[in-house]
């Protein structure tokens, strides 16, 4: 095995947990012989490869996957010297599945079932998406015929199971570094296996003695690599995506979020189809749209607009709803939010604008415009830290703008899913935007990302969804 030795010193971040080693902390690199060891130039390692990384004195660090191409020239995946196989990310894989428990119901939630290095995977993205085809869902519920339509009542997962049977599933699958690329096909075969079998704990079937098994979480019907062109480029992997196992519908699925139908598109989406990362957060901002007058600033699909839409009226004391409007530059998002309101029967509640936000949100205030809840949701604007600066003069005009926008008692939801973006900088330019906008402002939470993306601690970069939620004065 090939062996990574660090510089003096720098061993300390890894032994407190971060899984990366960068280019620059190596001393040197040493490939066995017989008899020994051997001086190996960095570019002499072969992409994806094991490789023992250890201190300057010697203390083993653990073992990783290399990339010369990369300035993370090591991630580490195991403390100990662990073999690779398809017998391992069986194991991984079970791991984390057991870790979203007991706050997931996989027959019915989505989510991420792997996320990269916090689950000990690096470089390894896993969704799961549990619906019904689209093409059944609008055949039997929005339709035109006998029976058809939901006659403006929501649809529930239990409409969709009573006419359908029990969902299907579907994966979306990132291979983000040489160690899990070069090993694609080990990695599919251990989740169809581990998956076709899996049995979650505490959910026998009906009338079955808890402590019997009860029914696997069995195999996804397709699944999906996205191409995460940007950070397989930084890893000088090959652009790749689409169908690489199973079928997947054509129209694309229908899941369920907080009891909520979506639609999701896991071939023409956006990241991994549908941000599973703000599930809790949409329903806490729901929690503030109450009757008023509610903005949703870059909206997508309509995430949090619907949430605000379904959830605020039930809120108010006299059950008024409110009324959203939902902002994307994008016309293809916009018509599937408008597919999504009529799936939750609100569709007289919500209303598309296509727009760029800088640009709706200056028209707004030159307009007189005023709301009771804004979210902002925008896209990473920070995807380095090399962009951050920038990034930063971009999220403090949108807040800028959002809070001169905001009735006096409104309520900002702010979000960031920059990682480079750490939590106090956040909050600092919320602060710096009041101030600029002559506002005071008080904070009424502050979230990050669910229990299903994991942040493991020694890890920053785990940790990267950030979620504010202000009272404007």
């Not at 990366?20 to 490939?31: F, G, K, M, T």
């Not at 599945?97 to 991420?112: E, M, N, Q, V």
């Not at 519920?141 to 006998?146: A, C, V």
């Not at 239990?158 to 690329?181: T, V, Y």
Request: neutral net charge; glycine residues 12%.
């Amino acid at each position: 095995m090939k062996r990574i030795i660090l510089k003096p010193g720098e061993e300390k971040r890894i032994l407190g947990g971060h899984p990366w080693v960068y280019d620059n902390e190596v001393s040197r690199i040493l490939a066995p012989v017989p008899g020994g060891f051997k001086p190996l130039p960095p570019e002499e390692l072969e992409a994806g490869e094991p490789a023992d990384v250890e201190s300057s004195r010697k203390t083993y660090l653990g073992r990783g996957f290399v990339n010369p191409h990369s300035k993370i020239i090591a991630r580490i995946y195991s403390p100990s010297k662990e073999g690779v196989d398809r017998g391992f990310f069986k194991r991984r894989i079970r791991q984390s599945l057991g870790r979203r428990f007991p706050g997931y119901d996989l027959f019915r939630d989505s989510a991420r079932i792997v996320f990269g290095e916090a689950d000990f995977l690096p470089g390894l993205i896993v969704d799961r998406f549990v619906g019904w085809p689209l093409g059944d869902i609008e055949a039997l519920f929005l339709g035109e015929g006998p029976g058809a339509g939901l006659s403006g009542e929501p649809l529930t997962f239990e409409k969709a199971e009573a006419a359908l049977g029990k969902p299907g599933s579907w994966l979306s699958i990132q291979f983000l570094a040489w160690g899990m690329d070069r090993r694609r096909e080990e990695i599919l075969a251990a989740l169809e296996e581990v998956l076709e079998r899996f049995v979650p704990p505490g959910f026998p079937t009906p009338g079955q003695d808890p402590a019997e098994t009860g029914p696997p979480l069995g195999l996804p019907a397709g699944i999906v690599e996205k191409p995460a062109l940007r950070a397989r480029e930084l890893e000088g992997l090959p652009r790749r995506g689409g169908l690489i196992r199973g079928s997947f519908p054509g129209g694309g699925i229908v899941i369920f979020e907080n009891g909520l139908p979506f639609m999701v598109h896991l071939e023409e989406g956006q990241k991994t189809g549908h941000y599973l990362d703000q599930k809790e957060n949409r329903l806490r901002a729901a929690a503030f749209a109450a009757g008023g007058r509610v903005l949703d600033c870059c909206a997508y699909t309509g995430g949090f607009g619907i949430h605000a839409a379904r959830f605020g009226g039930g809120i108010h004391p006299q059950g008024m709803n409110p009324q959203v409007t939902a902002l994307d530059v994008s016309a293809p998002a916009l018509e599937t939010l408008k597919k999504n309101a009529r799936l939750n029967g609100v569709e007289d509640r919500v209303t598309a604008v296509e727009g760029d936000v800088f640009e709706v949100l200056r028209a707004y205030e030159r307009g007189g415009e005023r709301f009771n809840l804004i979210i902002l949701d925008p896209p990473a604007f920070a995807k380095s830290r090399s962009a951050l600066e920038g990034a930063l003069r971009g999220y403090k005009e949108i807040n800028l703008r959002a809070i001169k926008l905001l009735s006096p008692g409104g309520v900002l939801v702010s979000c960031s899913c920059s990682q480079a973006l750490d939590e106090g900088r956040f909050k600092a330019l919320v602060a710096d935007a009041a101030l600029d906008a002559g506002r005071r402002i008080l904070q009424l939470d502050f979230r990050y990302q669910p229990a299903d993306h994991p942040i493991l601690v020694g890890y920053d970069e785990s940790l990267y969804l950030k979620c504010g939620y202000y009272r404007v004065l």
